[in-house]
């Protein structure tokens, strides 16, 4: 079975600018949650789509959006981009049990560097 | 503020060596994950505990889940360099709904 991808691996963008990436989970799983990773503040929860539904919200600003296709597949949206966004950007996909111990399997993650 | 802090923050150890990371929190978790990190790929699950004082072992690492659900270890022992990577404790913190919460890590390399 296969993993789950997310496109592109590296992306570089200037300030100010948006960008979108690409999660497409393992098959069969519903639920995909989009982390935020920096030496700084660690990992860090963005959101949770389900069914094509924001479940769960991490504290982060607007600029930060997301969406769920009928297919499962995500996306992630960061406008206005600023320096800080510069990040490893790592999806999650998991089975919808519903437990708050769900087995998330992560992809390789998007290097976001903003300039 | 860390929800989940871990610690030692960077370990170097030699092949052969034992060692023991830990993630404490002041608050309560409903159960704990641990997982490894390695370069350029997303963490990978470990292992997740669920019950207080609850040991688990997998093949050379030993996971412990404190009495009261507050604090974790992962012990390693004699440890490989296959065992090189980013360790991560995370656990659902709820504030009304589960917030996937992880501590920052401990980055271990094993020298061969």
């Known amino acids: 079975k296969a993993g789950v991808t997310q496109t592109p691996r590296y992306l570089i963008k200037t300030r100010g600018q948006q960008v979108t990436l690409s999660c497409s989970p393992i098959s069969g799983h519903r639920s995909v949650s989009w982390y935020q990773q920096t030496p700084g503040q660690g990992l860090q929860f963005l959101f949770e789509y389900f069914s094509e539904t924001q479940r769960n919200k991490g504290n982060f600003p607007g600029r930060f959006s997301g969406r769920q296709f009928s297919n499962s597949r995500s996306e992630m949206n960061v406008s206005t981009l600023e320096l800080g966004d510069s990040a490893l950007y790592l999806c999650a996909s998991s089975l919808p049990s519903g437990g708050a111990a769900d087995t998330q399997y992560f992809g390789p993650g998007t290097r976001l560097t903003v300039l | 503020t860390q929800l989940l802090e871990q610690s030692p923050q960077f370990l170097s150890i030699q092949e052969g060596e034992n060692l023991t990371v830990y993630c404490n929190s002041s608050?309560?978790?409903?159960?704990l994950q641990w997982y490894r990190q390695e370069p350029g790929e997303g963490p990978v699950l470990l292992v997740t505990?669920?019950?207080?004082?609850e040991v688990k072992k997998l093949k050379r690492l030993t996971f412990q889940f404190g009495d009261a659900r507050k604090d974790s270890s992962l012990h390693i022992t004699a440890a490989q360099p296959g065992d090189t990577g980013l360790y991560l404790c995370?656990?659902?913190?709820?504030?009304?709904?589960?917030?996937?919460?992880f501590g920052r890590g401990t980055s271990l390399i094993v020298h061969p």
């Open positions: 505990v669920v019950t207080g004082g």
């Open positions: 608050s309560v978790f409903s159960s």
């Open positions: 995370a656990g659902p913190f709820s504030g009304g709904s589960y917030i996937p919460t």
